[in-house]
């Protein structure tokens, strides 16, 4: 499980049909300090998180076990909104 | 698993359920020689790791529902020890 920055949005309105009713997010890996950490993908938004905002992710098959039904072609989903990231 | 260092706490409120009421703490993964090797992981604790600890994290989904349950669906990450001490032989 990663942190990652909502960079943007993406629209499929032709998909695997177990994939419909979630929003595409394109995330961007980043750290702690912002420093972007991997390449930008895009991820099921189970959260309703918006573009700017701090998340983290899960990957592989817990991506599509994040979803319901969870027999999807999904390898990536953002599973919660960062509120604060307390590194002291 | 792979050996990291508790670096500090992830606050989330907005989160898919299998998160809930679980701590999450944001690690550094270390070389066995302790050194960070650049990769971070989010991880659900387990053994009441705190920040500082040298933890074990289990990193693979069918573990991490064998500890946490069949509700911990979408965790991938948990942290399932606290290292006291690492000896490395060559």
Same mark, same amino acid.
Do not use: W
């Given at each position: 499980?990663?942190?990652?920055?909502?960079?943007?949005?993406?629209?499929?309105?032709?998909?695997?049909?177990?994939?419909?009713?979630?929003?595409?997010?394109?995330?961007?890996?980043?750290?702690?300090?912002?420093?972007?950490?991997?390449?930008?993908?895009?991820?099921?938004?189970?959260?309703?998180?918006?573009?700017?905002?701090?998340?983290?992710?899960?990957?592989?098959?817990?991506?599509?076990?994040?979803?319901?039904?969870?027999?999807?072609?999904?390898?990536?989903?953002?599973?919660?909104?960062?509120?604060?990231?307390?590194?002291? | 698993?792979?050996?990291?260092?508790?670096?500090?706490?992830?606050?989330?409120?907005?989160?898919?359920?299998?998160?809930?009421?679980?701590?999450?703490?944001?690690?550094?993964?270390?070389?066995?020689?302790?050194?960070?090797? /650049?990769? #971070?992981? $989010?991880?659900?604790?387990?053994? +009441?790791?705190?920040?500082?600890?040298? @933890?074990? &994290?289990? =990193? *693979?989904?069918? /573990?991490? #529902?064998? $500890?946490?349950?069949?509700?911990? +669906?979408?965790?991938?990450?948990?942290? @399932?020890? &606290?290292? =006291? *001490?690492?000896?490395?032989? #060559?």
């Amino acid at each position: 499980m990663y942190l990652g920055r909502v960079i943007g949005t993406c629209v499929a309105t032709v998909k695997y049909e177990g994939m419909q009713g979630y929003r595409l997010l394109i995330v961007e890996p980043v750290d702690d300090e912002g420093r972007v950490t991997g390449d930008p993908h895009v991820a099921v938004d189970v959260t309703q998180a918006g573009p700017g905002e701090t998340v983290f992710l899960v990957g592989s098959r817990e991506a599509a076990l994040a979803c319901d039904p969870s027999f999807v072609p999904v390898d990536a989903a953002v599973v919660g909104i960062v509120d604060a990231l307390d590194v002291p | 698993m792979k050996l990291a260092r508790v670096l500090g706490t992830v606050v989330s409120t907005i989160k898919h359920p299998a998160f809930d009421h679980r701590t999450l703490l944001y690690c550094d993964v270390l070389t066995p020689a302790g050194d960070p090797d /650049g990769q #971070r992981i $989010i991880a659900v604790d387990h053994v +009441q790791a705190g920040v500082g600890d040298t @933890v074990l &994290i289990l =990193d *693979e989904g069918n /573990g991490a #529902r064998q $500890i946490l349950g069949p509700t911990a +669906q979408p965790v991938r990450a948990v942290i @399932v020890g &606290i290292v =006291d *001490e690492v000896e490395l032989v #060559r």
